[in-house]
């Protein structure tokens, strides 16, 4: 099954360049060096899962502890990090929070207009004023320092057994 779909994408990906013009990229052996090499070299992560579909995110953690700025909907660990810090990045569409909320859907049009709006009026700007781009740099990388295992067993042990944390970050100026 994992064969037929990687030929599904690849054939999505003739189509999208014969008809579009865009590229479709398929990584072989992807492990920890290529994606070190990869994320190393991007200024804007962009991730537009579909909504209450995300795990997680940690390909957007990992990016953000690089200095990487996320652009993504409000779902898995982007839902509590941009609330944390709107410095670290961009949020696509309206707060997934709540599924029941009739302003939240998977209609596409609300994001993709959310995306090139955000794109040519904050994300190209800012990226264009560098001590900008490098505060919410710094700031992706305070907010991605909070999220890792230690968090996440101190927020276990607050919730399961009633102790009490200090948070270990705070906003960068």
Same mark, same amino acid.
């Given at each position: ?9 690849? +054939? ?7 008809? @579009? ?5 398929l990584l072989e052996n992807? &492990? ?10 991007? !200024? ?7 909504? @209450? ?21 409000? !779902?898995?660990w982007w839902l509590e ?16 929070? &709540? ?20 794109? +040519? ?6 990226? =264009?004023?560098? !001590?900008?781009?490098?505060? =919410? ?20 042990? +607050? ?15």
């Amino acid at each position: 099954m994992g064969k037929d779909y990687i030929k599904r994408i690849f +054939e999505a990906g003739e189509y999208l360049y014969d008809n @579009y013009g865009v590229k479709v990229v398929l990584l072989e052996n992807y &492990n920890m060096d290529l994606a070190h090499l990869i994320v190393s070299g991007v !200024d804007v992560w962009l991730n537009t899962p579909e909504r @209450y579909r995300e795990a997680s995110g940690t390909s957007g953690m990992k990016a953000a502890l690089n200095g990487v700025l996320n652009f993504s909907v409000l !779902d898995g660990w982007w839902l509590e990090g941009y609330r944390m810090n709107p410095l670290a990045g961009w949020a696509i569409g309206p707060d997934d929070s &709540n599924p029941n909320d009739p302003r939240v859907s998977n209609d596409w049009t609300i994001d993709s207009n959310a995306i090139y709006d955000i794109l +040519e009026n904050e994300i190209i700007p800012t990226h =264009m004023n560098h !001590d900008q781009w490098l505060l =919410m740099s710094k700031n992706a990388i305070s907010l991605a320092a909070y999220f890792n295992t230690h968090r996440m067993i101190e927020e276990y042990a +607050e919730k399961a057994y009633k102790l009490k944390r200090q948070k270990p970050w705070k906003y960068v100026e």
